[in-house]
């Protein structure tokens, strides 16, 4: 990989100077080398360090530690970032002004230290490794401290920059360490908190929680962590109004919807499902496409998705088509050369719900449009690509096939389709033995289906 052109795009893209971001990454190169650089890393490091210094061009009194301040923006600029922190330090040293006993300082003087510290706290958050960020949410915690009952809503919100720094550790360097963290510390700020007089506070550090959660999940598999998030992510919502933070209202109920309708497929609770299609409705009613398109989409494709798997299992006609029609919208709106699989994922999805609908249609066609979307997403599942994907968009695609012969009693497509169901289990148990059960099921049915038809 050639790093300069990487960081160079990225670095125009987010107007930061391209000095500044190969400063930023120095760590990261040297420990992992250039495949250690990805382009959300980079665009995440981009923003903590746009925020930094906009944070550093507000004026404070008096002028002397503006000056520091300034002199830490243009080394920052400049990529100099220890000259940066050094200037920094001068800042607080001026603010403490010989102080001993920082609790007895006048409120204003505790304030602006405070906000210095958290300042070096970003500061240090912006070099890429886990030392850096252990340091960053440190110093966030200092910072919450001192203010104190000062400004109580300031003090949280670096109490809540110390658990964000503390989960990008494992956002940006894997482990489960930071989380572990993360989840901690944000559990000992919700104790402090009333649902009903800190209700802002109350459900950003729920949904904060919701997310460490959410990434412990991946990491580890642990079925209870996603329970956990949803319950977080319910608390939270329980006292928010949409228009006392619309951001975060949104973003909590997209988390809901998205634990309630994922909880709710894996653990065949249609309660889940409706409680997940009630959250994206709500959602996406008072919420315009042009505003955030992709967070949009992701909205109308989980309600689909929600709605598809409630539908199959009441044989709900109208659920199945609004499911269809809203895959299809998603779709519509996906560049296939960009993202391919995505693309592809959603194929495959139709593909499952033309075939449930297939059911209560008395004319194959239904069927043969199942059969051909499954094709599409074959086009991009291919099976030296993704091969656990290929053997289930195949072993889709056979169902779809055996559902077609049955309806016409045709031997030799259900004779392709058995084959077909057969390849696919082979090449899934050689990816992932956990899946062959399943597979091994739907072969039974699809063989005695396929026997009958043989049979006559």
């Not at 000259?83 to 001068?90: S, T, V």
């Amino acid at each position: 990989m050639d790093i300069v052109p990487l960081l160079a795009r990225v670095a125009g893209r987010c107007d930061v100077p391209p000095v500044a971001l190969a400063a930023m990454m120095a760590d990261r190169i040297r420990e992992a080398g250039p495949q250690g650089l990805t382009e959300p890393l980079l665009e995440r490091k981009c923003a903590d360090f746009s925020g930094l210094v906009a944070r550093l061009s507000l004026p404070v009194e008096p002028a002397e530690i503006l000056q520091f301040r300034n002199a830490a923006a243009a080394a920052l600029a400049a990529g100099r970032l220890a000259e940066a922190d050094k200037a920094l330090a001068h800042a607080e040293l001026r603010a403490i002004d010989g102080a001993t006993d920082l609790s007895v300082l006048p409120p204003e003087r505790r304030l602006l230290i405070a906000e210095n510290r958290a300042d070096r706290a970003a500061l240090s958050f912006l070099r890429t490794r886990p030392e850096a960020y252990q340091e960053a949410a440190a110093r966030y915690g200092e910072a919450s401290a001192l203010i104190g009952r000062v400004d109580t809503q300031r003090s949280r919100a670096a109490a809540l920059d110390q658990a964000r720094s503390l989960a990008r550790i494992s956002e940006d360097f894997g482990g489960r360490e930071g989380y572990d963290g993360a989840v901690a510390a944000l559990r000992r700020l919700l104790e402090q908190l009333s649902a009903l007089s800190d209700t802002v506070a109350y459900a950003t550090a729920q949904d904060a929680v919701a997310a460490a959660l959410e990434g412990l999940f991946k990491l580890t598999g642990e079925g209870k962590l996603r329970e956990q998030a949803l319950q977080h992510s319910r608390a939270g919502l329980e006292y928010l109004r949409p228009e006392e933070v619309p951001a975060l209202w949104r973003t909590l109920k997209l988390r809901f919807g998205r634990l309630a309708a994922t909880l709710g497929i894996v653990q065949k609770d249609d309660n889940l499902l409706e409680e997940a299609i009630a959250s994206y409705a709500g959602l996406l009613s008072s919420w315009q496409r042009q505003d955030d398109e992709p967070r949009w989409l992701e909205a109308e494709h989980m309600i689909s998705r929600a709605r598809a798997t409630l539908g199959k299992r009441r044989i709900d006609l109208a659920l199945l088509e609004r499911a269809f029609n809203g895959l299809n919208r998603v779709s519509n709106a996906i560049d296939r050369s960009r993202e391919p699989l995505r693309w592809a994922e959603l194929q495959d999805q139709m593909g499952g719900v033309l075939a449930s609908m297939g059911d209560r249609y008395s004319e194959p066609v239904v069927l043969e449009e199942a059969i051909t979307a499954f094709s599409q997403a074959l086009e991009e599942r291919r099976r030296d690509r993704v091969p656990l994907d290929w053997a289930r968009s195949r072993a889709n695609q056979a169902d779809a096939m055996l559902q077609l012969a049955r309806r016409t009693k045709n031997r030799d497509l259900a004779q392709r389709a058995l084959s077909q169901l057969v390849e696919a289990a082979e090449a899934a148990r050689q990816v992932d033995p956990r899946v062959t059960a399943d597979f091994q099921a739907r072969l039974a049915e699809a063989g005695a289906i396929a026997q009958r038809l043989v049979d006559g």
